[in-house]
């Protein structure tokens, strides 16, 4: 696809001189003898000068490496697939850097992605997606030397990792500042896509805060730099030098490049990378509602001048935004002072925050303004079955659960369960749904993954879940076969 671009901008380019040189030429061949004898006057051109894209890639290019990772994984397709634009069908999904695969799928992998380093005792940043449940991470530098790397720690939500290397004095990127980014800008990427080291493409920003499915804690910026298989975790340059995002996901039909590119800001990265040093976790900060966009008819409906801000749909209950009296149908204007355009633009930005500070919120209701303070929660972090021992046997009814937070508890009055986070395959079919929580198997309780698999052992082809979906207790029959 690369020599097809270079082939038809080389022929666009001669197009342009071909026609340029034909007007001088037409005048000299038509002109009547006085105009061939008249002065040629030079025809003056302005020409635009690229950016000096090779400074950038000869003064940062050592700094980005190649990973190699070998382990296995078990994949799960998700099962709820967020609302597309029209005219897009199921292949246009975002999609990581990689074939998608069938659930319950175990396999053995050797993978490849990129990186950079930022610390020049071995501190590396590169995509979670990259090292996940790898067993060996390989790190190969430029100049061809080799190290076994430590994976320090995973972020998933944000699709950040950060490795170890034992080595000094290695080269850095220089850090820039996403939010100076503009729509238009030149950017570059440095990565391996297909596993070609230290390959460069370029392109503009595209757009700002782009919000993804599932990824609601991750304002993207949209580009159009070439990014294939390989490339995940390089990256993405402005035209001083400077490193502002990760280079994480793509829009595809067919799994490589179609000229939409999404990276994660480097100062969101950057603030994960200090946490997973210095506690090997992430926390995030939690207010507790549900939101979603203001269009001009709902402007209309409350008063607002234009279409803006965030609309409260659902306070949890006992949440912080509950204890600070925000009410469902309010609509949030403006957090700390800094305005909230569209709801996508809120989670990041909350998440963010550090659990027990204070949020200040100026929200629109009843026709006028009020000021709100939330003390911001924690935000729990599930770790989905999958990474439990024993869930094999949970391949037969296609769920990936967890226990019951104590707030959870707390909040929904049930004692005992196990959250659905993602269905698949029987319990997909059965009508299981992320969010109902399992209470029971054939009428025996359940409040771990242990036990559930224990009682699938002893069970037949069909099984009957006991289910709590919102308020209400329904037996759901599955065939498992």
Do not use: C
């Not at 609509?331 to 709801?343: C, F, K, P, Q, Y």
């Amino acid at each position: 696809m690369q020599t097809t671009r270079l082939r038809r901008s080389a022929t666009a380019l001669a197009v342009i001189l071909a026609v340029g040189g034909s007007y001088t030429l037409g005048r000299s061949a038509i002109g009547d003898a006085h105009a061939a004898s008249a002065t040629v006057l030079p025809v003056a051109t302005s020409v635009a000068a690229l950016p000096d894209f090779r400074a950038i890639a000869e003064r940062l290019g050592p700094a980005v490496v190649n990973i190699a990772v070998e382990g296995t994984v078990r994949t799960a397709a998700r099962s709820q697939i967020p609302q597309l634009p029209p005219g897009l069908e199921l292949p246009d999904f975002f999609k990581r850097f990689g074939p998608m695969q069938p659930h319950g799928a175990e396999r053995s992998v050797r993978g490849q992605g990129s990186g950079f380093i930022v610390s020049s005792d071995g501190v590396i940043l590169t995509n979670a997606h990259v090292v996940d449940n790898a067993t060996s991470v390989t790190v190969r530098l430029t100049d061809r030397r080799e190290f076994t790397a430590r994976v320090v720690g995973i972020d998933k939500p944000s699709d950040v990792a950060v490795l170890k290397i034992d080595a000094e004095d290695l080269p850095t990127v220089p850090i820039g500042n996403p939010d100076s980014a503009r729509v238009g800008d030149w950017v570059l990427a440095i990565g391996s896509p297909f596993g070609f080291e230290n390959s460069v493409t370029a392109g503009i920003v595209s757009a700002k805060s782009r919000s993804l499915p599932d990824e609601g804690y991750v304002p993207f910026i949209q580009t159009d730099v070439a990014i294939n298989p390989g490339n995940s975790g390089g990256p993405l340059i402005n035209m001083a030098g400077e490193v502002i995002g990760i280079n994480s996901q793509i829009y595809s039909r067919s799994g490589g490049y179609q000229g939409l590119s999404f990276a994660i800001p480097i100062d969101v990265a950057d603030g994960i990378k200090d946490q997973l040093l210095a506690d090997g976790s992430v926390t995030r900060g939690r207010m507790g509602v549900g939101i979603q966009d203001v269009n001009q008819a709902l402007a209309e409906s409350f008063g607002l001048d234009s279409a803006r801000g965030a609309l409260v749909t659902q306070v949890e209950k006992d949440s912080p935004a509950e204890r600070a009296g925000l009410r469902s149908g309010d609509v949030i204007l403006e957090l700390d002072g800094t305005a909230v355009a569209r709801s996508a633009e809120l989670p990041p930005r909350v998440a963010a925050m550090t659990p027990g500070s204070e949020a200040r919120l100026k929200v629109w209701r009843d026709g006028k303004t009020v000021d709100l303070a939330v003390e911001v929660g924690r935000l729990e972090s599930p770790s989905l079955a999958g990474a439990s021992p024993g869930d094999a046997d949970q391949a037969r009814l296609g769920l990936a659960l967890r226990p019951l937070t104590d707030d959870e508890r707390r909040r929904s009055g049930i004692e005992e369960g196990l959250l659905v986070l993602e269905a698949d395959g029987p319990a997909s079919r059965a009508g299981i749904r992320p969010g109902d929580v399992v209470l029971a198997l054939n009428g025996r309780a359940v409040d771990d993954v242990a036990e559930l698999k224990r009682l699938l052992d002893g069970a037949g082809k069909h099984v009957a879940l006991l289910v709590q979906r919102n308020d209400a207790r329904i037996f759901v029959p599955v065939e498992i076969g």
